[in-house]
């Protein structure tokens, strides 16, 4: 319980100013919170209870409310305006002066000298401005000039939305030189490395920010893909190890389980107390969950459920925290009476409070791997294990005490997708960490363009910024905006999520499904174009580029591999589209029919197909269903394939068989109107008029490139003629060498603080 201001001691009173400077100008960090730690225990001039006061106030887990900054400013104003000057550029003199004056008033004598120099010791420890300082600081210019650091913040604080000061406290956090980069890590030491960070952050509070209050949360599934996003900044490892604790472990239980489940582990869960894995894929069948093979077999004599890997092939693979781990959320088959109920979820303990495998349990270790060897992945069989029935995660589904199965949801298929369907937050993590990837790579290719030289006229003497060649605009430009289209897409997703809490929604799923595999495969294929465009300067491991590549690369095959995602992504659609017609009758076949109309009378149209001027090529209108065309083409023509095969009695195995390309080429075409889209209703929040303007073309250069990207599929369906694909072929090349004069205000907005960055090539050191 926080002390009233009456309470507020002279020795309590001293600390003030320092506190609150550190406080309000980020979070502090481990190291800082453990140096402050120090100085307070070993003050004899301070109390028990004041001490106790302060270390409340240092704890990150629980750091002081609005209404205690509220006391806290008051006090220093009071004591201010009977200051010099000068005294308010030393926080331990502020702190001197307002324990002075609490002790006048309260008619007793302060000796607070060895406190005095412990303020000035942690002053020049912490470097903390003064208050006069803090109180006048603006946002840090990028390039040193003004105009540049304006714009730069204005857009960052666009696309950080209102998970920006969560964003800004684990920036903080990652700063603590605990959290330094280390080179040459061999496997064990990496994994011990990320271990003590990913405890280090639950004890701050971060792995709970997704689960309720009562357990320790903030019931914010923003925040805490906020949290993700910086730490992919920093090392995808820690970000992959978060994940799987707090969210898939952490998450199933929240998601699947119920209030005796959430009683029992969140709070464990939440400060890494109890580490667990998520054990769901297996060896024989990766992506087939649906058939898994272990078995959970239930002995009513008992109470039990018996929890049995049959073969080698049942094996749970590539596990995250299997080495770490105390216990396993294993995704089995339920057998209640005899009868197979499908996939379900059961806690499964697997070690015991010294580390040790518990009977029954087996687990091997994936080794070394492509990337990602902080994360302890491993193989688990289980052997005949015994679990209490009270650890069925019985959300959708429970073994009643007279030993029947009953679930809310009768059908088998129904209740499968509805269970995976809770796990989507995990998706939409990956995505954004494969993103930020992304993101710490164009930044560090960009700033190393814009510092590069490389040949140069003969008539001049300095030779040429590889960025000012077109051909490096053209490798760069269309990455970096893509990058701030997909964060615009992701960031709204998370928060309609965020909102929707945990009910079933199947066009989220789609949404989260397509943009994974978007943002994941972008990924890849813009780290590996921003390492070229880095020369050999990029194949140097402390450039990031190495790290970047290989820890990223299993971001398109996790959480779902990008293939499959997309084809439930169509699937979603000719759902959607077979429900649109039943529901709305002959009204709904009048509008489609309508809009086939319409998109034929556009195609007859030799204007609009030969229309080159600037005003329409860049008219979202245009962009807009020029997107929306080519995802309706592709999905009345895969209707009407499907329809046809029906007809001719052939086997639906058969019929998803032959129309699976048609399916992918369909679900990319949905994720590209989806993004462009988001972009499109996101400009309209951007109310600084000069960021405004820089992000108009950003949004151009985007719209257009992705246009461009399909001009063969535009051409095919006559669509366009040949001397529009060229026009905006044109249009994407100057929109290039347009973005490129913003390339270091666009880079600077991600944020990206310089000791995650890293790489010396981002900080002109050649």
Known sequence: MQPNTIDYSPGIRSFIPLLYVAWADGLLSPSEVKLIDQQINSLDELSQSEKEILRGWIDPADWPDSQVFKIWVQLMRESARESETEILKSIAALGKVMAERAAIEGRSAWQGGKTYQALKFLEEELGVPGVLKFRAIQPKPSDGTGKSAANARAIQDWLDGPAGDVKGRVKKVLSDPVFSYEEHLSKEAYRDRALLWLKLLGEQGYGSLGFPQEYGGKDDIMEYAAVFEVLSYHDLSLAVKFGVQFGLFGGSIFNLGTKIHHEKYLQKIGTVELPGCFAMTETGHGSNVRDLETTGLYDPDKGEIEVHSPTYSAGKEYIGNALHGKMATVFLQLIVQGENHGVHAVLVPIRNDSGDLLPGIRVEDNGRKLGLNGVDNGRIWFEHVRVPRENLLNRFGQITLLGRYESEIPNPSKRFFTMLGTLVAGRLCVAMGALSAAKSAITIAVRYALARRQFKPDNK????????????????????????????????????????????????????????????????????????????????????????????????????DNTVLLQLVAKSLLSNFKEDFNDAGIFGIIRYLGTRVSDRILQLNPVYKRKTDADHLRDPRFHLHAASYRERK?????????????????????????????????????????????????????????????????????????????????????????????????????????????????????????????????????
């Open 634 to 766: 592709l999905l009345h023509t895969l209707g009407s394939r499907i329809r046809q095969m029906f007809r001719k009695r052939i086997t639906p195995y058969d019929v998803f068989l032959r129309t699976q390309n048609h399916m992918i080429i369909l679900a990319q075409a949905y994720v590209d109107r989806l993004i462009l889209e988001k972009f499109q209703s996101k400009l309209d929040s951007l109310e600084d008029p000069v960021s405004r303007k820089v992000m108009e073309k950003v949004y151009q250069l985007f719209a257009l490139h992705q246009i461009s990207n399909h001009h063969d599929w535009y051409l095919e369906q006559d669509y366009f003629e040949g001397v529009k694909t060229k026009a905006i072929r044109r249009h994407v090349e100057r929109l290039c060498a347009d973005v490129r004069e913003d390339a270091s205000i666009l880079v600077s907005s991600f944020g990206i603080p310089d000791g995650l960055l890293s790489a010396p090539i981002a900080f002109g050191r050649m």
């Open 461 to 560: 003497s300095v030779e040429t910024l590889i960025m000012d060649y077109p051909s490096h605009q053209r490798r760069l430009m269309p990455k970096l905006v893509e990058a701030i289209a997909l964060h615009l897409a992701l960031s709204d997703l998370i928060q309609v999520y965020s909102q929707k809490g945990r009910q079933n929604n199947r066009d989220i799923e789609a949404m989260a499904a397509g943009l994974k595999a978007r943002s994941t495969w972008f990924a890849t294929d813009a780290i590996q174009e921003c390492r070229e465009a880095c020369g050999g300067k990029g194949y140097l491991w402390e450039n990031r580029f190495a790290d970047l590549k290989a820890d990223s690369d299993i971001f398109t095959t996790f959480e779902g």
